[in-house]
Nanobody
């Protein structure tokens, strides 16, 4: 059974930091391109950051460049999203997704709220 489980969300003040984790099981993690998405209330889901199977390739949406860092540990089957200098507009449910050929899996999401 394939599972992607996100953790690390919570309430943080503007300017603060959070580190999200997504732990995978039931897949050969090192084959998968991993992506973090987010969805704010009333808005469409947005791609935040992607990392290639080996970790050599990363890509970010413009609004998080310089503030967020995606990384992965294939030995631990885990992908991370380090989020610094958080802004209220980063408030959303954050989801991780794994994709390989035609296989596409999603986690249940973790809430991130940036508010004073």
């Amino acid at each position: 059974q394939v599972q992607l489980v996100e953790s690390g969300g919570g309430l943080v003040q503007p300017g603060g930091s959070l580190r999200l984790s997504c732990s995978a099981s039931g897949i050969t993690f090192s084959r998968y391109i991993m992506t973090w998405y987010r969805q704010a209330p009333g808005k469409e889901r947005e791609l935040v950051a992607t990392i290639g199977a080996t970790g050599a390739y990363t890509n970010y949406t413009d609004s998080v460049k310089g503030r967020f860092t995606i990384s992965r540990d294939n030995a631990e089957s885990t992908v991370y999203l380090q989020m610094n200098s958080l802004k209220p507009e980063d408030t959303a449910v954050y989801y991780c997704s794994g994709r390989w050929i035609r296989r596409d899996y999603w986690g249940q999401g973790t809430q991130v709220t940036v508010s004073s």
